[in-house]
């Protein structure tokens, strides 16, 4: 029995969309939530539709004693992202260009290197960095905050070098040939042509920055640097008596995620170009 490419087109489909429901259930859960009285929310089995929309859950998560995102947090988020994620692609962009082109007896060992770095688990360096951080005067600073996570290259200096790597050569002689440096040819040649590796590249850090736990909880013991990770990680708890809603916190957490859903859906036709093929046209 032969089945026709329609047939098969529409159960590829079919698949895709069956997935796609199952692996965004959660967010679509949480979703519903945000938008459920707190009563409805505790019902037992739960309910998956809201009976009626509650959109001041989302008011709820910025004033009164509900409150759970501060604005000050969500400065200190943006800033944390922003300022690690910009300077670690300013270094894996660079670093991917050395050890993908340059010619030098070292260029192996380096790139070693940097593929054993991404097996250490970030538990184990956790403590080390605290010291010299501390040494160094920064903690509870955005410049401890940012720089020992903008100093973890291992990931994207390879993610670069592997796409820097598919490039022609003919294009580096030629700009060699025009007496261009490597400086030159990294703002020219390298940055516009490695689009979609930015992409992918900023598709994931952004998303493991914004959602950092552990680092800003260590780094910044004030409540003045405080992120919204650890600021959602509090909502759970009482204070003075006083316990955020259910629904607040999902909605809260809505709000938390947009910023990611946005930067995804900014860098997807870059990054889908970059899964298709080279991005040298």
């Not at 000050?72 to 944390?80: A, C, G, L, T």
């Not at 991917?96 to 770095?117: C, D, P």
């Not at 700009?175 to 994931?204: C, E, F, H, S």
Request: glycine share 8%.
């Amino acid at each position: 029995m032969v089945i026709s490419p329609r047939v098969t087109r529409r159960v590829r489909i079919l698949v895709a969309v069956i997935v796609g429901l199952v692996m965004s259930a959660p967010l679509l859960y949480m979703l519903a939530g945000s938008l459920m009285s707190n009563s409805q929310l505790s019902i037992q089995p739960p309910q998956y539709i809201p009976n009626s929309l509650h959109f001041g859950n989302y008011p709820a998560a910025f004033h009164g004693q509900t409150q759970v995102i501060q604005v000050r947090s969500f400065v200190n988020s943006v800033v944390f992202t922003v300022g690690a994620v910009g300077l670690q692609w300013a270094l894996c962009i660079s670093g991917g260009l050395v050890i993908a082109k340059m010619r030098f007896r070292t260029r192996g060992l380096i790139t070693v290197l940097f593929a054993v770095s991404l097996f250490i688990p970030l538990i184990t360096t956790l403590i080390p960095t605290f010291v010299v951080t501390y040494k160094l005067g920064i903690i509870n600073t955005y410049e401890g905050l940012i720089l020992p996570i903008a100093a973890q290259t291992g990931f994207g200096s390879l993610l670069f070098r592997q796409y820097i790597k598919q490039l022609p050569e003919e294009l580096f002689d030629a700009a060699r040939i025009d007496g261009a440096n490597w400086w030159l040819m990294l703002r020219r040649l390298v940055i516009p042509l490695a689009k979609p590796a930015t992409a992918a590249y900023l598709a994931i850090s952004v998303l493991t920055a914004w959602n950092m736990y552990l680092w800003p909880l260590v780094a910044a013991e004030g409540g003045s640097l405080q992120v919204l990770t650890q600021t959602l990680a509090n909502a759970g708890t009482s204070s003075l008596g006083q316990v955020t809603p259910q629904n607040v916190i999902y909605a809260s957490v809505v709000i938390v995620t947009l910023p990611m859903i946005i930067v995804f859906l900014a860098v997807q036709p870059a990054f889908i170009r970059g899964l298709a093929g080279s991005g040298v046209d």
